[in-house]
Structure formats: C-alpha cells, structure tokens
C-alpha cells in the first residue's frame, strides 16, 4: 500500500478530546470580594464562633469562603460566587435593620437566592406585620410573604398547606395588627369542633368547658401577640371573641377580620355557611391542610370543594404554602415531605387520590 492508499485516519475521537476553551474558561474559578461596613459587627454577620459562615459554606461546598480583617472573599465557580456575593448584601441590610441573624434565616436566604432570581431575601425577612412584648412577628419564607401581602389586598384569604408553615399564626398576627390599627373593631376567630365529634359528650364541665380544648391553639396564638392581662377585657367587650364554627350561624359579621382555623374539617355547606356571613368592611382567612381531614368517612372537605367552586372570583384568593414555608423545628419540614413521599408511593400503588 502506497501513502496515497493509507485511509484516513478518523478524528473524531481525538477532536472530542481537545477541551473546548470556552467550556474551560466558564468552569474557571472566580473570586469575588466585599468589603464589610464598619458599622456592621463580624459576629452579627457571621456568627457566634463563625457559625453563620459555616452554614454559608456547606451551602456552596465548591466554594472557598475566608474572610479577613474586614474583607469577606469567595472563590469558586461563577454561579455560586455571585449567590454569595448578593447573600452577603441581604445580610447586611438585615443586619442594619436591627434584625438579629440566624442559621435558618441565612439558609432560607440562600434558597430564595437560588430558587427564586430577583426575590430580595431582606424585603421577606424584614417585614414587620406586628410587635408585641418586643418581639416582632414576621414572615420568614417568601410563601408566607406572599399569603400575608395576600391578606393586605383580599376580601377573604385561603391559607392551605402543611402544619408548621404559619397559616393560623400569621393570620393572627394580621388581625391584631388590623384591631391595633383600627381597620376593625373586632376579632372573631373560630374552628370546627369535628375532631371531638360523639366524645363532646363524655368530656367534663360545660358546654363552654368541653369545647375549650378544640379552641386552645387559637388561644395560645393569641397570648404571644396580645398582652395576657387585657385579653379578658376584650374578650368581655366582644373586641375579640373566640368560638365554634356553629355559633357563626345566621350572623352577618361587619367591620371585623374573621379567622377560620382547621377548615379542613368543616363540611361544604358549613364552608357556604361561614363564608356568607362576610359584612361590609370585614376580612376573611380561612386556613387549613387538605391532607389532615378528620371528617367521618365518605364527607367531602369543604376546603376541598371551595377551591373548585370559588377558584378565579374577583377578591377571593387561595394562597399555596409548601413544605419550604414550613418554620418550625427544621424536621418538621423533612417530616411533612416524607409523609408526602409515602403518601404518593401508597396511592398510587393502590389507585387511590389523596
């Protein structure tokens, strides 16, 4: 064979070697660098023991994170270092606002950062519906921003989703601030008594009596807002009443925010009963979790049927809340999403709907 005849060698796989320089550049790492305001202490920003910058750095694994004298420098790839670079600055504003910082208020920073592109973490956490006692009650995930902005621009509000995502609490926290406020002259909060069901009965006491323990967590609720010595007195003046559902029956509730808890649990023409004794000047929330209804077998939730029924009527608005809004302890979320897993695993092994 001749030098001529030699075949031509395939390139291909050589070709696929040769890196491409852009694609190397893009992975190139990069170093971004913020100098810290004087004004602002190291340990508010950082932590205890450097705490906070831990967190930050199991966040960005990839990402190098030193800081020096009062210079914060992060190198690593592009992406991650701009995160950090706009997490440093919602931090600080945190910070300057007077807003201690904590491990859970910096992760949930960086997953609206990552999840959610323009949201601004600070306009979230530092939203103050109300103060009491020197603490503040705040949202602390964009969801829960969302569902209380909801509740400044709707007649009536539908909170759903999971326990430990704020529903019943921050609707609270929205009521007093309207009372404090006078956008209202009253309080009227009210759940369903379903879970006690034939055991009402075998309870002791009075009717009163037996139907507290159904009306305890609004109760409790209210204590963190409200001075403790002045809740009888506005409870005797009628400013806040706290009751079963049944006693909303053939009223018409005017200048007042309405709080229906557990609404899950209400029947559909207790959820039409309750929402018909809207007046003028008053404000609904309805709050609940479809997944924890206790009704007996075979009776739809009318928080179910409502959102078929009333889905798309002008100020009326059903506010989502996920497992991400959840903000209690930190495995109440993993909880809630593992049930969730099983759930799903179950039904659709079973062809059941949940």
């Known amino acids: 064979m001749t030098s001529d005849d030699r075949p031509i060698p395939d390139l291909s796989a050589a070709l696929d070697a040769v890196p491409d320089e852009r694609a190397t550049s893009d992975r190139q790492d990069t170093t971004v ?40 420098t992060a190198t690593g790839p592009a992406a991650d270092t701009a995160i950090v670079e706009t997490l440093v600055a919602e931090l600080l504003e945190i910070v300057e606002q007077g807003q201690p910082l904590n491990r859970d208020a910096v992760e949930r920073s960086i997953g609206m950062l990552r999840d959610r592109p323009g949201v601004r973490p600070a306009d979230v956490l530092t939203q ?4 009491s ?3 503040a009650i705040r949202p602390k995930t964009l969801g829960q921003k969302e569902y209380v902005d909801a509740i400044d621009s709707h007649t009536i509000v539908f909170g759903i989703g999971p326990a430990g995502t704020g529903k019943t609490y921050l609707a609270m926290a929205k009521a007093v601030a309207a009372l404090q406020a006078k956008r209202v002259n009253r309080i009227i909060l009210t ?58 029956r ?39 979790d479809v997944t ?28 989502r809340l996920s497992p991400e809004d959840v903000v209690r302890h930190r495995l109440v979320g993993q909880i809630v999403d593992a049930y969730g897993r099983y759930d799903a695993r179950n039904h659709q092994g079973t062809g059941g709907t949940s």
């Open 128 to 131: 103050n519906i109300v103060s």
């Open 33 to 72: 660098t913020i100098v810290l305001p004087q004004s602002v202490s190291p340990v508010s920003l950082l932590g205890p023991r450097d705490e906070l910058l831990r967190t930050m750095e199991r966040q960005f694994p990839r990402t190098q994170i030193h800081v020096r004298g009062n210079e914060l």
């Open 133 to 135: 006692r020197g603490r």
């Open 191 to 248: 759940r369903p008594a379903v879970e006690a069901g034939e055991r009402l009965g075998f309870l002791p006491g009075t009717l009163n009596d037996k139907i507290d323990p159904y009306l305890r967590p609004l109760y409790d609720a209210l204590h963190d807002m409200v001075d403790p010595d002045s809740i009888p007195k506005l409870m005797a003046s009628g400013t806040i009443e706290v009751a079963p559902l049944a006693y909303m």
């Open 292 to 319: 924890q209804v206790d009704l007996p077998g075979g009776t739809e939730s009318g928080l179910r049927a409502v959102q078929r029924i009333l889905d798309g009527v002008d100020e009326i608005h059903f506010a």
């Open 250 to 288: 053939g009223r018409t509730l005017n200048d007042a925010f309405i709080i229906l808890d557990e609404a899950q649990n209400t029947s559909p023409e207790q959820m039409k009963m309750f929402l018909t004794r809207l007046g003028f000047g008053s404000t609904m929330v309805v709050t609940g």
